[in-house]
């Protein structure tokens, strides 16, 4: 069974601009969870999406959105860019969300975002 | 909110010495998850624990889960440079009795000198 994976890999953007990731997860999994990934901060959550939906949302401005398509493929995007946006950004895939029993997560190998 | 502050910050063993991480909350969790991150990597899923006391084995890895379910622990004996890497604890934030998304902590980078 294939991984997660996300597109670009890398990525070299302008203060001001935006940019859109892309993540694809393990076939069958309709979760996908988004992270933000800084030496400073550590992991931190961005958001998580279910069959389409928004289940859950972290401490991130405005210009952070995200959005899952029917095939539960994930794209989310950064408008406006800032310095302090250059990050790793992690994309994780599990088969659901919010119940009690183990629900591991499956990272991808992320999207290093540079912002100059 | 939760928070969670997982200690310490960075471990540098010799290899053979063991190791141990642990994770603390401000509030009572309903399970928690461990994480290995390999330099360079992304996080890898290595164990859930959800009861009160429970104590979970995976070869040289032994993790625990505090009786009042506010801390967690990681021990490795015997680390192997293969143990490199930083290991995250990630509880899953509760709301109002339905679980929300995993908070991971900071993590704990651990170093194994040969």
């Known amino acids: 069974k294939a991984g997660v994976t996300q597109t670009p890999r890398y990525l070299i953007k302008t203060r001001g601009q935006q940019v859109t990731l892309s993540c694809s997860p393990i076939s069958g999994h309709r979760s996908v969870s988004w992270y933000q990934q800084t030496p400073g901060q550590g992991l931190q959550f961005l958001f998580e999406y279910f069959s389409e939906t928004q289940r859950n949302k972290g401490n991130f401005p405005g210009r952070f959105s995200g959005r899952q398509f029917s095939n539960s493929r994930s794209e989310m995007n950064v408008s406006t860019l800032e310095l302090g946006d250059s990050a790793l950004y992690l994309c994780a895939s599990s088969l659901t969300t919010g119940l009690a029993g183990v629900n591991e997560q499956y990272f991808g190998p992320g999207t290093r975002l540079t912002v100059t | 909110g939760q928070q969670v502050m997982q200690i310490p910050q960075y471990q540098h063993v010799q290899e053979g010495e063991d190791f141990t991480t642990y994770c603390n909350s401000s509030?009572?969790?309903?399970?928690i998850q461990w994480y290995k991150q390999r330099p360079g990597g992304h996080p890898v899923f290595l164990i859930q624990?959800?009861?009160?006391?429970e104590v979970k084995k995976q070869k040289r890895l032994t993790f625990q889960f505090g009786e009042a379910k506010k801390n967690s622990s990681l021990h490795i004996t015997a680390t192997q440079t293969t143990d490199v890497g930083t290991y995250f604890c990630a509880p899953r934030r509760n709301y109002g009795g339905s679980q929300g998304n995993l908070i991971f902590g900071k993590g704990t980078k651990l170093s194994v000198k040969p």
């Open positions: 624990l959800v009861k009160s006391g």
């Open positions: 509030t009572t969790l309903s399970n």
